[in-house]
Nanobody, 120 residues
Framework: QVQLVESGGGLVQAGGSLRLSCAAS????????MGWFRQAPGKEREFVAA????????YYGDSVKGRFTISRDNAKNTVYLQMNSLKPEDTAVYYC?????????????WGQGTQVTVSS
């Protein structure tokens, strides 16, 4: 069982930056690949980024490539999403998730989400 808690969301102006954190419970965090997703009102959930268990391999959605960076610290049981050059269309609830395989074909655990709002 893994519990995930996101933090770091908030209100930021376009062009600004935010760093989201996702803290995981349990001793097996380093055995899970991690992902970030987002969902805006009235839209489907969108893949943002994923990272393998060691942090050596990452993938990004096309809409965030070059602006967002996913990373992890297994000693702290935490995965991060650094978001730069934010745009109003990045406004959404951001969720972290954990999967037990790589590449992830389905996610086993989800956090409750953190709101990110980008003003124009």
């Amino acid at each position: 069982q893994v519990q995930l808690v996101e933090s770091g969301g908030g209100l930021v102006q376009a062009g600004g930056s935010l760093r989201l954190s996702c803290a995981a419970s349990g001793r097996t965090f380093s055995s899970y690949a991690m992902g970030w997703f987002r969902q805006a009102p009235g839209k489907e959930r969108e893949f943002v980024a994923a990272i393998n268990w060691s942090g050596g391999v990452t993938y990004y959605g096309d809409s965030v490539k070059g602006r967002f960076t996913i990373s992890r610290d297994n000693a702290k049981n935490t995965v991060y999403l650094q978001m730069n050059s934010l745009k109003p269309e990045d406004t959404a609830v951001y969720y972290c998730a954990a999967c037990s395989g790589w590449p992830c074909r389905g996610y086993d655990y989800w956090g409750q989400g953190t709101q990110v709002t980008v003003s124009s």
